[in-house]
């Protein structure tokens, strides 16, 4: 049976979000991030592109290269709602999905040719998509994943576009080798030395000359350039690993301030683990300083996702891992190896009193918000939270995840 897969890509999804709330904000450059100097673009509005702004270069150079842009914080809590009315419609339209990032989708319609025509129910979806969430959405439809993730780039902002059959190639040729998934920066480079600009070149290059040039990625990157690569869906996204970071607007040296925050980070991840009826095997605490010299540490524990097991290790990590005593840029904690089950409550230094506080407070948590009850020790950091379950089967919501 031919293959049929959709890619769905939901247009300059941060900036459509803030134009549904203020329809003032229609047609008027725009900047959704951080907006501080070291705020990041999470996404900017087309309007801003011919100046050169981009996703995911600092709000200070954007601000700089466009500076009539209007600039909004980024807020994920909204973005993740109308993410989330956009999957509950994929979900319940097509046979199999997956859903590739907070605004990026991919869906089977192997077999409806015989029935329907994939192209017809494709058009018909995204027609009720922009209707029910007033967002707007592009699509590619090929045989496989990459090259429908190429034509979906090829036909935005708010179009679609399907590669027949047969054509993958043809459509791939003159198109720039970036517009390739996985060809990033210094990849882009290492082609260009070799002469490489289009898609074009690669295809009538041997295979050996990309694996020579660039290892196992090279191998990749030839059989995507002939429309040939086929990686398979992947319905639910099984996290490995939840980390939060934190990168103050001002570099600081102030130990209490840096303990509270990673107090409340481990506090926080605590409370994920529980929720998502998860243990932990691996700590590790990160700090960037203010020259950018990046340092982390990690150790094993027992698997756990109690806050008196995982909460004193993490402060230990940093109390071994800050001793340049320069001013720090970042600090982050990250609680990896991680495996389905509960809390194995020790014989010896539990206590039941300890066991039912945990439940009362992951009970009020979870009725009224992560920030409704917190330790002390975690107060001077109110604005750490998630806002959506990490392992609910879903990517990360990530501001800045890409270039759009």
Request: glycine share 6%; aromatic share 8%; net charge positive.
């Amino acid at each position: 049976m031919e293959k049929n897969i959709l890619h769905l890509d939901l247009d300059t999804f941060f900036v459509s979000c803030e134009r549904l709330i203020d329809r003032r904000l229609q047609n008027k450059p725009l900047l959704v991030g951080g907006t501080g100097d070291r705020g990041v673009v999470a996404a900017c509005s087309y309007e801003t592109r011919p100046f050169g702004v981009h996703s995911g270069m600092s709000m200070k150079v954007a601000r700089r290269l466009c500076p009539e842009a209007i600039v909004i914080r980024g807020n994920s809590s909204i973005y993740t709602k109308y993410s989330h009315t956009v999957t509950e419609i994929i979900k319940e339209s097509v046979p199999v999905f997956e859903k590739a990032s907070v605004d990026e989708f991919y869906a089977d319609l192997s077999g409806m040719d015989k029935f329907y025509g994939c192209y017809k129910y494709a058009s018909e979806l995204r027609k009720r998509i922009i209707k029910e969430s007033g967002l707007p959405i592009s699509f590619g439809l090929s045989t496989n994943k990459i090259v429908s993730k190429v034509a979906t780039g090829e036909a935005k902002p708010n179009n679609q576009l399907k590669i027949d059959t047969g054509f993958e190639k043809e459509f791939l040729a003159p198109l720039s080798i970036r517009k390739i998934p996985s060809v990033g920066e210094k990849t882009y480079q290492v082609l260009r030395n070799l002469g490489v600009d289009t898609v074009g070149v690669v295809q009538q290059m041997p295979l050996e000359m990309m694996v020579s040039a660039l290892g196992v990625n090279g191998k990749t990157i030839w059989k995507r350039a002939h429309g040939i690569d086929n990686p398979p869906l992947v319905p639910f996204h099984e996290r490995k690993s939840i980390s939060t970071e934190r990168t103050f607007n001002k570099d600081t040296i102030d130990i209490k301030v840096l303990k509270t925050t990673i107090f409340a980070m481990a506090e926080n991840l605590a409370f994920q683990l529980r929720r998502g009826n998860k243990l932990a095997g691996t700590i590790s605490v990160k700090i960037r300083y203010s020259d950018f010299n990046t340092y982390n540490k990690q150790v094993k524990i027992p698997y756990s996702s109690a806050d008196h097991i995982i909460i004193p290790r993490v402060l230990e990590l940093f109390e071994k891992l800050y001793q340049r005593r320069l001013l720090i840029r970042l600090v982050g904690v990250k609680i990896s190896d991680i495996v389905s089950g509960h809390y194995q409550i020790n014989l010896f230094d539990d206590t039941e009193e300890m066991i039912s506080l945990y439940n009362a407070m992951d009970k009020v948590r979870l009725r009224y918000g992560e920030l409704s009850i917190m330790r002390a020790s975690s107060m001077g950091a109110k604005t750490i939270g998630r806002f959506n379950n990490p392992f609910s089967g879903e990517p990360p919501v990530l501001l800045a995840h890409r270039k759009q």
